[in-house]
T-cell receptor
Framework: GAVVSQHPSWVICKSGTSVKIECRSLDFQATTMFWYRQFPKQSLMLMATSNEGSKATYEQGVEKDKFLINHASLTLSTLTVTSAHPEDSSFYIC????????????FGDGTRLSIL | AQSVTQPDIHITVSEGASLELRCNYSYGATPYLFWYVQSPGQGLQLLLKYFSGDTLVQGIKGFEAEFKRSQSSFNLRKPSVHWSDAAEYFCAVQGGYNQGGKLIFGQGTELSVKP
């Protein structure tokens, strides 16, 4: 089946630093990648949708200057949390999609981000 | 607007008992429907999907789901639950072939399994 690798799985850093999370589709071409944030005991909250080679589309209320998304190839998207603060601490999950309607999203294993 | 409702926030069943997790959706046409499972601290794993055709779909780990258009439901079932099935379950709808794969998720149902 389709495999999506997300790295790192866990990161702790100081307030004010920037953190980059990578999402790779290992065995298929991902025209679209999605980035989610998940709070404890809650559902996934879509942050942004990125299409290969174009600017990401951010959901309402998500700061595009805080959460920088790059999707430079059909197998790699990155999320950079800039100048991270404790309120950015969360579980971030990416998913990849082939771009074909009706096909499922395939998810990475998530990144636990803790800002001290 | 599209929406997904999972009425049960938390369900507890005994190991070996049958399971049914409810999912209701709101969408103007026939949607693409999915069930995902999430173990603590992990991403989501696809259990099964419905596109069209047979309304009873089989998935991995012994799960199945039935699409009922008249009830706008897509309930997930398993005849005999195992302790390893304890997890969070999400129902999701993808609306339209040209929606680029975007999913609308339900709130999730947490499944606990009693020994």
């Amino acid at each position: 089946g389709a495999v999506v690798s997300q790295h790192p799985s866990w990161v702790i850093c100081k307030s004010g630093t920037s953190v980059k999370i990578e999402c790779r589709s290992l065995d298929f071409q991902a025209t679209t990648m999605f980035w989610y944030r998940q709070f404890p005991k809650q559902s996934l909250m879509l942050m942004a949708t990125s299409n290969e080679g174009s600017k990401a589309t951010y959901e309402q209320g998500v700061e595009k200057d805080k959460f920088l998304i790059n999707h430079a190839s059909l197998t790699l998207s990155t999320l950079t949390v800039t100048s991270a603060h404790p309120e950015d601490s969360s579980f971030y999950i990416c998913s990849a999609h082939s771009g074909q309607g009706g096909q499922p999203q395939h998810f990475g294993d998530g990144t636990r981000l803790s800002i001290l | 607007a599209q929406s997904v409702t999972q009425p049960d926030i938390h369900i507890t069943v005994s190991e070996g008992a049958s399971l049914e997790l409810r999912c209701n959706y709101s969408y103007g046409a026939t949607p693409y429907l999915f069930w995902y499972v999430q173990s603590p601290g992990q991403g989501l794993q696809l259990l099964l999907k419905y596109f069209s055709g047979d309304t009873l779909v089989q998935g991995i780990k012994g799960f199945e789901a039935e699409f009922k258009r008249s009830q706008s439901s897509f309930n997930l079932r398993k005849p005999s639950v195992h302790w390893s099935d304890a997890a969070e379950y999400f129902c999701a709808v993808q609306g339209g072939y040209n929606q680029g794969g975007k999913l609308i998720f339900g709130q999730g149902t947490e499944l606990s399994v009693k020994p």
